[in-house]
Each structure stands twice: as structure tokens, then as C-alpha cells.
């Protein structure tokens, strides 16, 4: 039951995150500093996000197949590989590392 | 003039990517019953959350062991650049009336990328309501399918699941990291991360990290200020 109490927060806070945007005095979006706070928050979230989903099981630090699906990432992205190819091969590399044992 | 909605650049770009990250759902969906919610559950975060990297980060919160407040504060901080998004969106397709909310909901990556990518203001009009509208609901379909195959698939690890989630991040990432000083950046607040994993419960790494860079953005403004 807590768990549908906090998902139904958690779906209120983010419509209401998302309209924040529609109401605020468009005043706002001159403001240098907060645009770029913007920025960094973005990429220091996601690259938070990517090493987390590699390196974390609970809180411990591992290293296992997921880090052959951040380096076939990194591969199909240096050769321009659409978002869906990225995410099917980081798919495959981690199933492909476990079917030889890697855990 | 407008193009003809055939024709239309917009909307075609709308509608790929809603495809393609409508089609992501079905991981979204297995990963999510793996992580102990049900098939309910699921949808309900695909209907209501709907920002991709909010309900990852909500699912790998409780998935990781930690509780639903971590979960929610970790979906809640990510989501906070949908506000910056929306402020943007205000400005640049004026909503008005019942749209200012309907353009809410579908405010995510995607729709903000599709409509700031096009000049044309038709075309912004068309690329955003193509991309929010069509990744609603082909990612709440392929969520269901995801979660309904994912509890008879066993194991999504054993399809590398989890290896798609750490593609699917760095993929998001990718096009960000242009500049040398956003690489720092996303260095800085990956080792942070890291090195929070052993000490805070599972999701507080990542708001260890949004500290860092929204200090990183708060103290480097300064300096460029004070340079120029």
C-alpha cells in the first residue's frame, strides 16, 4: 500500500515539476545562472544515473557484465548509432557476457 | 507557409522518435516487475510519472532495496529539468487555456528536443505534439507488454535488462557532452556517485551527485562572471 501511496506522489510532483515550467514569469529564463545551473544539473543527473546502473547493486560497488554494456554503449555511440541501436546492443553485451559466465 | 502535415519535417521527427523510445518501454516494463512492482504498479508509473529517467530512477531505488521516499526523491530531483524544459516550452509555443496543462504532461527529453530542434513555428508546434503524444502512448503500450512478458521471461538479466538501462543513460548523456568543461562535469559527478554507493542507501548517491553539479553550475557561473 505504501509503495501506490509514494507512486501516486511521486506522478503529482512530477506533473506539477512540469507545470512549474508553464507558470513561472518567462523573466525567469534570462536569468544566465539559472539556465546553467539547468545544464549542469542535466548532465551531473545522467552521468549520476549511468554510473550507478554499472557500478551499484545495493550498496556495493561491482563490476560485472553491465560493464561491457557501458563500453558497447560507448562504441555504437562513437559510431553515431541511433538511440534505439545503442540501447539494443548494451542489451546484447550484457546477455552475451553472462552466457559465457561473467556474473 | 506551413508545409503540408505530409510533408511535414516536424512531425516526421516527432514520430520516429516516439517509435523508438515508445518501443524502449518494454524494458521499462520488464525491469520494473523484476524490481518487485506489479504489472499495475508499472502502468501507473508510465501514465502518471511519465519522464523515462524519473521512473528508471524510481524503480532502481526500490529495485536496489532502498524506500519508496528515496524513490520518489530521486524521480522528483530528476525531474526537475522538465520545469526548465517547460520554461522554455512557455516561451517558445505560447500555450494557452487547457493546453498550458495538457503540454505539461508531455513535457519530457524527446518532445523538448523534437520542437527546439525545428525553426519553423508551425513546425516546433507540430514536432512537439507528435513526439509528446506519440511516445504517451506507444511507451504506456509497450510498458503493459513489457511488464506483462516480463514476469514469464524470468530473469531480465539474463536478456541484459540491466545492460540496456546503463545504454539507454549514457545514450541520454551522449549528445550533452560537447564541450570539454560538460565531460568534467560528468566525470566529477559520476566518480561522486561512485564513491557515495558504499556509504548512503541506494538512490541518495544520485542526489549526492546533483549537489555537485548544481554547485559546479552555481560556482562557475561566478567565476565567468567575474572574468568577463
Known amino acids: ?103 | 507557409m506551413p508545409s503540408r502535415l505530409r510533408q511535414s519535417p516536424g512531425a516526421r521527427i516527432g514520430l520516429s522518435i516516439a517509435v523508438a523510445t515508445g518501443l524502449y518501454g518494454i524494458s521499462f516494463g520488464a525491469l520494473s516487475v523484476a524490481s518487485g512492482l506489479s504489472v499495475l504498479q508499472t502502468s501507473a508509473l508510465s501514465l502518471l510519472l511519465f519522464s523515462g529517467g524519473s521512473q528508471f530512477a524510481f524503480i532502481g531505488v526500490i529495485a536496489g532495496g532502498g524506500n519508496p521516499i528515496a524513490a520518489t526523491g530521486a524521480a522528483a530531483l530528476l525531474g526537475i529539468r522538465n520545469a526548465v524544459y517547460g520554461m522554455q516550452l512557455n516561451a517558445l509555443l505560447e500555450p494557452r487555456g487547457w493546453r498550458r496543462f495538457a503540454s505539461a504532461q508531455f513535457t519530457i527529453d524527446e518532445s523538448f528536443a523534437t520542437s527546439t530542434g525545428q525553426t519553423d513555428p508551425v513546425e516546433q508546434k507540430r514536432g512537439f505534439w507528435f513526439a509528446g503524444v506519440g511516445i504517451f502512448v506507444l511507451w504506456n503500450i509497450f510498458t503493459l507488454l513489457g511488464a506483462l512478458a516480463g514476469s514469464a521471461v524470468g530473469d531480465p538479466k539474463n536478456w541484459g535488462l540491466d545492460g540496456a538501462a546503463v545504454a539507454a543513460f549514457l545514450a541520454l548523456l551522449w549528445p550533452r557532452l560537447k564541450s570539454r568543461e560538460a565531460g568534467a562535469i560528468a566525470i566529477v559527478c559520476a566518480l561522486a556517485t561512485v564513491l557515495a554507493i558504499p556509504f548512503v542507501p541506494p538512490g541518495i548517491p544520485i542526489l549526492v551527485a546533483a549537489v555537485v553539479a548544481a554547485a559546479i553550475g552555481w560556482f562557475g557561473y561566478r567565476r565567468e562572471e567575474e572574468t568577463e
Open chain 1, 1 to 103: 500500500m505504501t509503495l501506490w501511496f509514494w507512486i501516486i506522489v511521486a506522478g503529482i510532483v512530477a506533473f506539477f515539476t512540469k507545470l512549474f515550467g508553464y507558470l513561472v514569469p518567462r523573466a525567469w529564463l534570462k536569468n544566465p545562472r539559472v539556465l546553467r545551473i539547468a545544464s549542469t544539473l542535466t548532465i551531473g543527473l545522467l552521468a549520476a544515473l549511468t554510473a550507478a546502473n554499472t557500478f551499484a547493486n545495493g550498496q556495493h560497488l561491482v563490476l560485472d557484465a553491465r560493464i561491457g554494456s557501458l563500453v558497447a554503449a560507448v562504441i555504437a555511440l562513437l559510431l553515431r548509432a541511433p538511440f534505439l541501436v545503442v540501447v539494443i546492443v548494451g542489451a546484447l553485451a550484457a546477455a552475451g557476457l553472462r552466457l559465457l559466465g561473467f556474473p
